[in-house]
Nanobody, 126 residues
Framework: EVQLLESGGGSVQAGGSLRLSCVASGYTHLFYSMGWFRQAPGKGREGVAA???????TYSESVKGRFTISQDNAKNTLYLQMNNLKSEDTAVYYCAADSLRMTAIQALADAAYNWWGQGTQVTVSS
């Protein structure tokens, strides 16, 4: 069984920063790709950033230059450092994992991922 547990969400003013964490447990040795997704009210789930076991990262255009994805394999933890937050970043943020190596397009597609966390709310006020 795989479990992904996100934390670090909260409320922040525009221009501020937050760091999300996702602790994985269970069959983590199966993971190759991990990603962060978000879903704003009334919208579909959007891929934000992804990272492979080889360390290669992928970002959506909307967050490139502001968000940084990283992983600490010793701690089985995925991070998302979010800087210069904007009101349009308000959403529930989800951590996801899969066993497959992905192309850049696949890495930001929610259908490509097998395991998901429950999400953490990020609210940015202007």
């Amino acid at each position: 069984e795989v479990q992904l547990l996100e934390s670090g969400g909260g409320s922040v003013q525009a221009g501020g920063s937050l760091r999300l964490s996702c602790v994985a447990s269970g069959y983590t040795h199966l993971f190759y790709s991990m990603g962060w997704f978000r879903q704003a009210p009334g919208k579909g789930r959007e891929g934000v950033a992804a990272i492979g076991r080889d360390g290669i990262t992928t970002y959506s255009e909307s967050v490139k230059g502001r968000f940084t994805i990283s992983q600490d394999n010793a701690k089985n933890t995925l991070y998302l450092q979010m800087n210069n937050l904007k009101s349009e970043d308000t959403a529930v943020y989800y951590c996801a994992a899969d066993s497959l190596r992905m192309t850049a397009i696949q890495a930001l597609a929610d259908a490509a991922y097998n395991w998901w966390g429950q999400g953490t709310q990020v609210t940015v006020s202007s």
